[in-house]
């Protein structure tokens, strides 16, 4: 396969680029242009490399449509972009961009060879490549061509999975008049398959809600492994996707929660102003089905948008219903988990709201004792039975006789346990024990015990989740 793509690439291993690139293999070529891996010798590092063959070169649109890729992947910061590294042109007058070498392989190849993916991953990366889209659609630039084989799945230098969107070669920028130009001159202008009703009717009459679009149908392929709109031929295709409503997620995939295929139908809306309106909307939906840590991925999409004036200042990030262990900086307690920004639910949070409403009843009544240094009441005598105190409760006086000072009466152990009052119910953790302290008893005085704060529970800080990836072989 490699010596059949030489003639077509019209390069050979062993050749050097530009003077500073030396070609290690060729990775792929077409019609109009060629990747190839190559080594740069000052830098001593592996990098890829793109650029037009020489018939290319007597299309301009096609010599418009990479200098648009290499201005876009520029303009987007994101770590989910292929950082392109140089641009210029060989001797032959044909343009080339210098990328990021990278190992894996793209999300149309996985899967092929792996098949449907588990939910809360293929929420994962959909997210990472809402990240690199919310910074394109900020600085006004629309993909138009989003599929799996434009999502390439790597791994950072810590081994964790991670996605890069590639191909911006017919992306639109509104500032670019020469944009406008050659979408102008364009019958097709994407894939089919991932395309919206309105990219179908005019290529140059779309905008981020087109993106959406393309989102949508991806999330849906990398669920069931299939695209949702099928067709034998191109016109019975166009006509599924103008007309046709789209299968519901769950006949292909019947475990998958309701709330997630409501979040594909509301992407497949074929009236744009009913879709999610921002990439950040979309992203807060899906979060709910993502790995908590997915959280950082809505944060920044969100933050993009808002400082772009895109999104609005009171978006939130609702919690993850996933099961994954709390992320860094939570706790874990006997009565449940904590994690900042990730309120508990249920009758976790019901039992710990009422080992306050102890806590503080006890402090509240400790005070009121200190400030009744006189004889205690009936109602003291009673408390303290109920807190450890072994002194006898004696009857409400009359009005008219004086009240008497009861005997001095010996007091418990702190380490005492309370009592009793109600049997736990099933399924719900009692409270537990509160520590009392307690003071001597003096001659004349009842001694009620103070409480002291509880002491919180601490535990381990837990271990980030680990990858849920797979191992890749080195392709581009």
């Avoid at 890829?48 to 520029?74: C, G, N």
């Avoid at 044909?94 to 793209?106: F, K, N, Q, R, T």
């Avoid at 809360?120 to 889209?133: G, H, P, S, W, Y």
């Avoid at 402090?363 to 002194?391: K, N």
């Amino acid at each position: 396969m490699e010596d059949e793509r030489k003639p077509a690439a019209g390069v050979n291993e062993g050749d050097v680029l530009a003077g500073k690139y030396r070609i290690d293999k060729v990775l792929g070529a077409g019609g109009m242009g060629v990747v190839v891996a190559a080594h740069h010798i000052q830098l001593d590092e592996k990098v890829a490399i793109k650029f037009l063959l020489p018939q290319a070169l007597a299309s301009k649109e096609t010599v418009a449509r990479f200098a648009r890729e290499a201005r876009a992947a520029v303009k987007i910061k994101s770590e989910h972009v292929a950082r392109v590294s140089d641009v210029g042109t060989l001797e032959n007058g044909a343009p080339y961009m210098v990328m990021e070498y990278l190992h894996g392989s793209d999300l149309s190849d996985w899967l092929k060879q792996r098949g449907a993916m588990p939910i809360d991953q293929a929420a994962e990366f959909v997210l990472q490549a809402c990240e690199a889209i919310a910074e394109a659609h900020a600085v006004g630039i629309v993909h138009r061509d989003l599929k799996p084989s434009n999502l390439f799945a790597t791994r950072r230098p810590d081994g964790s999975p991670t996605i890069k969107v590639l191909d911006f070669g017919i992306s639109k920028t509104g500032k670019d008049p020469s944009g406008m130009q050659m979408t102008a001159t364009s019958s097709v202008m994407g894939s089919p398959l991932y395309m919206s009703p309105e990219q179908l009717q005019s290529s140059k009459d779309v905008d981020a809600r087109s993106d959406i679009w393309s989102i949508g149908i991806i999330l849906h392929e990398l669920l069931t492994g299939d695209s949702p709109f099928q067709a034998e031929t191109m016109p019975q295709l166009v006509v599924g996707i103008m007309s046709s409503a789209p299968p519901p997620l769950r006949t292909k995939r019947p475990e998958a929660p309701r709330g997630l295929e409501q979040v594909i139908l509301k992407c497949l809306d074929k009236d744009r102003a009913n879709r999610f309106q921002t990439v950040g909307d979309l992203a807060v939906a899906l979060f709910e089905f993502a790995p908590r840590r997915s959280k950082i991925s809505v944060e920044r999409i969100t933050g993009v948008l808002r400082e772009a004036g895109l999104a609005s200042a009171s978006v939130a990030v609702p919690p993850s219903s996933n099961s994954e262990g709390p992320p860094s900086g939570g706790t874990k307690a006997s009565w449940g988990s904590t994690a900042p920004g990730i309120p508990m639910t249920g009758s976790k949070k019901t039992i710990f709201i009422g080992l306050g409403v102890v806590v503080v009843a006890l402090l509240a009544a400790g005070v009121v004792v200190q400030m009744r240094q006189s004889a205690p009441s009936p109602l003291d005598s009673a408390s303290s039975a109920t807190t450890g105190s072994i002194a006898t409760a004696e009857p409400a006086p009359s009005a008219a006789a004086p009240r008497e000072v009861p005997e001095p009466q010996p007091v418990v152990s702190a380490a005492a346990p309370m009592p009793s009052v109600d049997a736990p119910k099933p399924g719900v953790l009692p409270n537990p024990p509160v520590a009392l302290a307690t003071t001597p008893a003096k001659p004349g005085k009842t001694v009620r015990p103070t409480p002291s704060a509880p002491r919180p529970s601490t535990s381990a800080k837990p271990a980030q989740p680990e990858s849920t990836g797979n191992s890749w072989g080195g392709r581009l």
